[in-house]
């Protein structure tokens, strides 16, 4: 594999001072991009188009050329490797334009202008590996001589390859698929998925080139870009000829994409802010309590108090803890840390500062570059040695799990922790906790730089639970104004940074049209975001507006969807501004359509029937004529009436209306709270703590979506600027962007598995969904399963004419193969014979984050899944004791409560006071700490007769927690009197369960 690192291409191409050359020109035969002979009078056909919503236009077949820049890393382009490059197609002008060229040169094209945009990590990690290895090939083992070098099977495997790649790619950059469909094919992505031929790659690169043109005029245009890129841009530099046609109209290879007209009005600084190098947040400073560090040799994290103390010393501590105790502690847990994993010395200078006032801090300020230069070692020791390279990844996994046991027993049990006795104020403390699990976090982040995974059955540590019980913080955010419950989805998202980071920010408080404030919002419902339908009102852009409504026209709506098809509006301005205005409706099949996300709470929720004010229509076509042409969008406010019929097809083609629309515009009134200009990090709080992110049909609204644009206060955003599109080492040193990255980008998720279908890869799975749910909350319980089910490839046909207690059953049914964890979720279950293992709903489910195949299989009789079993004598078992388990020949012994316990407060409902059950059933039998497991009964007669041959039948009963437990504390706990089961059998069985 190509190591080495190809031309620096990834800085931003700037236009050159040079004069336009014209370079050789050809006629070229008028050809769209399609997998038949479809002419160029198809041309204008919306589904031969390749890029997003685009009307072609044929432009003249001899186009002028421009020449650009692209900075590389010589300094010299006589160079010999310039050279080289030349002579190798990278800038081979001469043979173009690009219906002349062969598919090497056209690729070393390419290969430059992906680079020098923005790429997920992943695919621009692909792209140099790949631009590196035919850079090293050369013209003389282009890709037209492949099947001489390669033979033909290991041909085809490297075409594959490199088509799959650049369709991910193409899905990055928003082109569609249909540029590989004749014109009858109207819906792609229902079809087969797409595989490599020789002229789809062709027509695939081709459009790539094409699109990334685009782009780089566009952002070149900018002035804020052009003083971003001014200062990369390279004195000498080699030469790339890109047809100027291609930006402006599309033409190349004869065929016909218009200008994307999507950047239009959408904001584009985010870019200067990307390029910004702002500290990066990790934690708040904490007091430093004045610990001996400094003078000391390097040691491991847990004999770093033996070397400052004796161990007279330590025992003394232990029976009169003190505050040079708490400052040993902290010190060992920061730097002790810290030195143990980069192993290499880090003096107090580094992490600590000195206020005005004469108090000494510890601070994070500094991480970053530390983190940096171990990444440098990292990366020199793998070129050098990589046995000691995975060795040293191997030691810092063991370093981070031994930080987290005893950080995890300092929070459990604080009674016993050193900072108890130091007379510190509890919010200090929780300060202290806080930047140790945050150091963690960003070590363990750092780490991935190793590019190195952890053996089965280790699994990366989850620092965010360990600091759970610590609550001073949530507290004190509720306090400053915080949602409870938007404290807790930030819990969910996995990073204290981010929360840490919340934490110093004041929230947005939105004047809902139920209330603004929090005050009686819980850690499980966002109370002044769920409104009122009975008591609903609109309101107006300004509340001394009192303009009077629109509507349009309810017959037109009703008939529309009838035929299947969706309506979407446009307005005529009336006569004057007091008069109602005109809303024209046709059909999304002819028109391209804005397809509008918000939530009810800022006042824009209605019906066909209702309408809404003109001020707010108005409002809305001014930001929607910013995205599409005519300004055409889609809402539910206008598109849905109450006839309940009519409704019930609007909701079966909501995945189709959010999928198909050219742009979904994203309107909340936090997010519109926030300037374009601020700080990146602040712009995504923003958009994850508003109320958008808490609902749960902007779920798959969001997801569907082909291009996301959020309404800032001062302007259009897209999803792709508000995600940190730097080098995968700079992501990784800037945690907090890197936390707040890896949360907006479960939006993309969606459109990178539609492409992944395409090539035959996974397809959502239902614990991915159920997780993504996690803090969503929805005013309509019944409507859960209709706002997933495309999620998950059910059409919600299917389930919205069901009784809403019968969707998620049949839901289950069509999913058919589910994780075998489903079980160990928390909350009510189905009443239903043969689901009363099934969630009632997977909002705040409690998905554990383990990976399971998808083995268990739902069927009317019952579960049908693979578990492992402890069997003992018919218990009636209480919520409020303890049990413990235990099988006399080993050591396998267990620990038993019930899940109605105070850890375990955020899980509502399906709790009995007492249960009686003969059986549990674990996901493994493996050491864990704590683990869900499920109390049921079964006929033992069966299961002596089953032999295991056959499943065995058996009834849920109830969710409880287990534990693994020595032997020599089961039997205290017999002697003290506790209760005590005897297993009479184990066993990994086949059930079915009901």
Excluded at 67 to 85: C, E, K, N, Y
Excluded at 779 to 795: C, F, H, Q, R, Y
Excluded at 825 to 842: I, K, N, V, Y
């Amino acid at each position: 594999m190509y190591t080495s690192t190809p031309p620096d291409s990834r800085v931003t191409a700037s236009k050159t001072d040079l004069p336009a050359t014209e370079l050789a020109r050809a006629d070229h035969q008028q050809t769209s991009f399609t997998n038949s002979e479809v002419s160029s009078q198809n041309a204008d056909d919306p589904s031969t188009l390749l890029t997003e919503g685009m009307h072609a236009k044929v432009q003249d077949n001899n186009p002028e050329w421009t020449v650009w820049r692209l900075p590389f890393g010589d300094s010299d382009i006589t160079s010999p490797s310039a050279q080289a490059r030349i002579s190798n197609g990278i800038c081979d002008s001469d043979a173009l334009p690009l219906a002349e060229r062969d598919l090497s040169s056209n690729l070393m094209l390419l290969f430059p202008l992906l680079l020098s945009g923005r790429l997920s990590p992943q695919s621009a990690t692909a792209t140099e590996q790949m631009y590196g290895l035919l850079a090293m090939a050369g013209t003389s083992a282009c890709l037209e001589n492949a099947e001489a070098m390669l033979g033909q099977e290991r041909m085809l495997e490297f075409f594959d390859t490199l088509f799959k790649m650049l369709l991910v790619i193409a899905s990055e950059l928003g082109l569609r698929s249909n540029i590989f469909h004749t014109a009858s094919e109207r819906h792609p992505f229902q079809n087969s998925p797409i595989s490599y031929t020789p002229e789809r790659l062709r027509l695939l690169v081709d459009a790539l080139i094409v699109r990334r043109t685009q782009d780089l005029r566009k952002s070149m245009s900018a002035p804020e870009h052009s003083q971003s890129t001014a200062d990369t841009a390279a004195s000498t530099s080699s030469l790339v000829a890109i047809p100027a046609e291609v930006s402006e109209s599309g033409n190349v290879h004869g065929s016909t994409i218009a200008t994307e007209y999507t950047s239009d009005g959408v904001a584009t600084t985010s870019s200067v802010m990307l390029a910004s190098t702002s500290t990066s947040f990790i934690a708040q400073d904490a007091v430093w309590l004045g610990g001996k560090h400094d003078g000391y040799a390097l040691t491991s994290l847990m004999k770093y108090q033996e070397y400052r103390y004796t161990e007279d010393q330590l025992n003394e501590f232990e029976r009169s803890p003190c505050r040079e105790y708490a400052a040993l502690f902290q010190s060992a847990m920061i730097f002790g840390l810290l030195e143990a994993v980069t192993e290499q010395k880090i003096p107090e200078s580094r992490l600590l500062r000195h206020t005005s006032s004469g108090d000494i801090l510890v601070t994070t300020d500094n991480l970053p570059s530390i983190l940096g230069e171990w990444q440098d070692r990292i990366e020199a020791l793998k070129a050098a040695d990589p046995n000691a390279h995975r060795e040293w990844f191997e030691r810092t996994y063991v370093v981070l799990l031994d930080a987290s046991n005893v950080l995890q027993r300092e929070v459990v049990y604080p009674g016993t922790s050193p900072l108890h006795f130091a007379g510190l104020h509890p919010d200090d403390v929780a300060k202290i906790l806080y930047m140790i699990a945050a150091i963690g976090e960003a070590l363990q982040l750092a780490s991935a730089h190793f590019g190195l995974q952890l053996p089965p059955p280790a699994k990366p540590i989850d620092w965010v639970t360990i600091i759970i019980p610590v609550d001073n913080l949530r507290n004190n955010m509720a306090t400053d104004g915080w949602c409870p419950f938007t404290i807790r989805s930030m819990l969910g998202s996995g990073s204290i940074c981010v929360l840490s980071y919340a934490s110093t920010r004041k929230p947005f408080v939105r004047d809902s049209v139920g209330g603004g404030s929090h005050a009686s919002c819980t850690w499980t419902k966002c109370i002044a975001n769920t409104i009122d339908t009975e008591n609903y009102s609109n309101r107006h852009v300004v509340d001394t507006c009192n303009c009077s409504y629109s509507r349009p026209p309810l017959d037109t709506i009703v008939h529309t969807y009838a035929s299947g098809q969706t309506p979407v509006i446009t307005i005529g301005d009336g006569d004057s501004s007091d008069e109602a205005l005109s809303i024209i409706c046709t059909s999304a099949t002819v028109t391209h359509y804005v397809a509008v996300s918000h939530v009810w709470a800022d006042g824009l929720g209605s019906t066909t029937e209702e309408g809404i004010p003109m001020c707010q229509l108005r409002r809305l076509t001014t930001l929607t004529s910013q995205l599409v042409p005519g300004g055409a969008f889609w809402i539910d406010a206008l598109c849905i009436p109450r006839d309940k019929d009519t409704r019930k097809r609007a909701i079966a083609l909501m995945a189709q209306i959010y999928g198909e629309a050219d742009v979904v515009l994203v309107i909340d009134s936090g997010i519109r709270s926030c300037s374009v200009s601020a700080a990146l990090e602040d712009k995504l709080l923003r958009v994850l703590s508003s109320g958008w992110m808490q609902r749960l049909w902007t779920l798959q609204e969001g997801m569907l979506a082909r291009k996301l644009v959020f309404e800032f206060a001062d302007g259009l955003v897209t999803m792709q600027d508000l995600l940190p599109h730097t080098e995968v080492r700079g992501v990784t040193l800037n945690l907090l962007r890197a936390s707040l990255s890896r949360m907006m980008e479960t939006l993309l998720r969606r459109r990178d598995e539609l492409v992944d279908s395409l090539i035959g890869l996974h397809k959502f799975r239902l614990d991915e969904v159920a997780r993504l749910l996690f803090a969503r909350t929805t005013s309509k319980p019944e409507d859960e399963t209709l706002a997933i089910a495309s999620l998950l490839d059910v059409d919600p046909a299917e389930l919205v004419s069901l009784p809403p207690n019968k969707r998620m059953m049949m839901l289950l049914l069509k999913i058919r193969n589910l994780p075998p964890n489903i079980i160990m979720t928390g909350g009510p279950r189905l009443d239903e014979p043969g689901f009363r293992w099934a969630p009632q709903s997977l909002l705040s489910a409690g998905w554990d984050d383990a990976t399971h195949d998808n083995d268990a299989i739902c069927t009317p009789e019952g579960l049908l899944a693979t578990y492992h079993c402890l069997v003992f004598p018919t218990t009636t078992f209480r919520d409020h004791e303890a049990w413990y388990l235990r099988k006399g020949s080993d050591d396998h012994c267990y620990a038993m409560e019930s899940m109605n316990r105070p850890q375990m407060a955020l899980m509502e409902g399906g709790i009995t006071s007492e249960y009686t059950c003969n059986a549990l059933l674990l996901q493994s039998n493996r050491s864990q700490i704590v683990q869900s497991a499920i109390a049921v009964f079964l006929d033992k007669q069966e299961l002596n007769e089953t032999n295991g041959n056959s499943r065995l039948k058996c009834a849920y009963v109830q969710l409880v927690l287990v534990s693994f437990r020595a032997k020599e504390e089961v039997e205290r706990a017999r002697t003290l009197g506790r209760n005590i089961v005897d297993i009479e059998a184990t066993g990994r069985l086949e059930f079915c369960l009901v």
